[in-house]
């Protein structure tokens, strides 16, 4: 796979938990992927509807290989796995852990069946679950592979919910996965930006708690005052944007972006039509009309640079983002607990966190001084790093305990299935 399918790192390992809450965070992640798996039928498990997606249950297999393989066989030499050719079949892009299915074909491999993939899971949770009771001398490093391991499973509970919605996508029956909830009539909320003084300044990960390798090391960065929006932009302001002929409007569009958009025949984000004058979507809960006080989403890196340059506005970098909102508590629309899944939808009245991942003008790069890990859990990131853009602020599919305000994710510049969205920015002169 290329790196879209799967964003694991390297954990910064600052501040590494005990086993006990390393048990815990284990229980609590695994189960919340149990419940996100429960709605879906054999055949939903087995969709794959693009190269860029894996079906529901190579999800399950692969994050349970990720225990397998970097924890329990290196500490367990008795160890033995229900199938030695699972590693095979679930292994994503771990070169240096081994041969590897071909990435494009994972909707083709029937068998093992969804039970053969349970009893999977169940095997190596309970083999996790003695290794981290057994009172080991190196019980804090495993409780910290085990932390990695669990923010690693909580990515991919992120990818399960957006490969799923773009594979229904194509039936014709536009099938719901969780109950329709209609939105409320909302009022349009004026755009307001607040203004920083800019200057040298520290962007980057150096506090207690986890954090993947890229978000690091902390180091200093030269701002120029900028202003920054308080929301994402709304499919409000986004239709404006459509009425405008702005996709047809050379003007706004990198070359690249617009002829991407020429290409695959961009009219309007991912997931849309018009139906009776009114413009539609289709949601994890199934077909709905577009809240129009809600950020928009699913728009590539491509369409948000066009519409800041509609807008006479820019997008943020990543360390203005990260500067302008570091000090704001993470709450938002992101997923719940494993009872709680959460709305899996962007919702009006959306501020800083969760929601849509936001673009940003930033490229993929190392910060000075990065380094990846030895080893096959250094390859996490960093042979990644070209032609990719940062997004950063969390979205209604991703684990409210994953956030923080360093977190960066990726993606290429033409991509659109997962939760994408943009808030704008501007120069101050």
Request: proline fraction near 9%; glycine fraction near 8%.
């Amino acid at each position: 796979m290329p790196p879209q399918q799967e964003r694991p790192a390297m954990s910064a390992l600052t501040a590494p938990l005990a086993p006990p809450q390393a048990m815990d965070l284990f229980e609590r992640t695994r189960a919340r992927t149990d419940a996100l798996a429960a709605p879906l039928s054999p055949e939903d498990t087995m969709l794959q509807s693009m190269e860029d997606a894996s079906p529901a249950k190579w999800h399950l297999a692969h994050t349970t290989w990720f225990f397998e393989e970097f924890i329990l066989k290196p500490r367990l030499p008795e160890y033995t796995s229900p199938d030695d050719r699972f590693a095979f079949l679930f292994n994503s892009y771990y070169t240096q852990a081994g041969p590897r299915h071909a990435r494009d074909r994972r909707g083709l491999v029937s068998r093992p069946g969804g039970e053969a993939v349970r009893s999977y899971r169940k095997h190596v949770e309970n083999s996790l679950t003695d290794l981290l009771n057994a009172g080991r001398d190196d019980g804090d490093d495993i409780a910290a592979l085990v932390e990695l391991g669990c923010h690693h499973e909580m990515q991919h509970q992120e990818l399960l919910v957006t490969d799923l919605l773009h594979g229904l996508s194509f039936n014709p029956l536009l099938p719901v996965y969780k109950d329709p909830e209609p939105l409320p009539v909302t009022q349009e909320v004026p755009l307001a930006f607040s203004r920083h003084g800019g200057g040298l300044v520290d962007i980057g990960h150096d506090s207690p708690g986890f954090a993947y390798d890229c978000e690091g090391p902390r180091h200093k960065t030269y701002l120029h005052p900028f202003e920054i929006a308080d929301r994402p932009v709304t499919n409000r302001e986004w239709i404006a944007f459509m009425q405008d002929g702005a996709y047809e409007d050379t003007r706004h569009w990198l070359m690249e972006g617009h002829a991407v958009a020429l290409r695959e025949g961009w009219e309007h984000p991912l997931y849309w039509w018009q139906q009776d004058s009114e413009w539609w979507t289709y949601t994890l809960r199934g077909p709905q009309p577009v809240a129009l006080d809600a950020p928009v989403v699913h728009v590539s890196y491509y369409e948000a640079d066009a519409f800041a340059r509609w807008a006479g506005c820019r997008l943020p970098t990543e360390a203005e983002h990260e500067v302008a909102f570091r000090d704001i508590p993470i709450t938002g629309n992101l997923m719940g607990d494993a009872d709680t899944t959460g709305a899996l939808r962007p919702l009006p009245g959306s501020g800083i966190w969760g929601d849509v991942w936001e673009w940003t003008a930033s490229d993929f790069a190392p910060y000075p001084g990065f380094r990846p890990p030895e080893g096959a859990l250094g390859e996490y990131n960093g042979k990644f790093m070209v032609n990719q853009r940062v997004l950063r602020g969390g979205s209604c599919a991703t684990p409210r305990e994953q956030m923080r305000a360093t977190y960066r994710t990726f993606f290429y510049p033409h991509q659109r299935w997962q939760m994408m969205g943009l808030r704008l920015a501007r120069d101050v002169a």
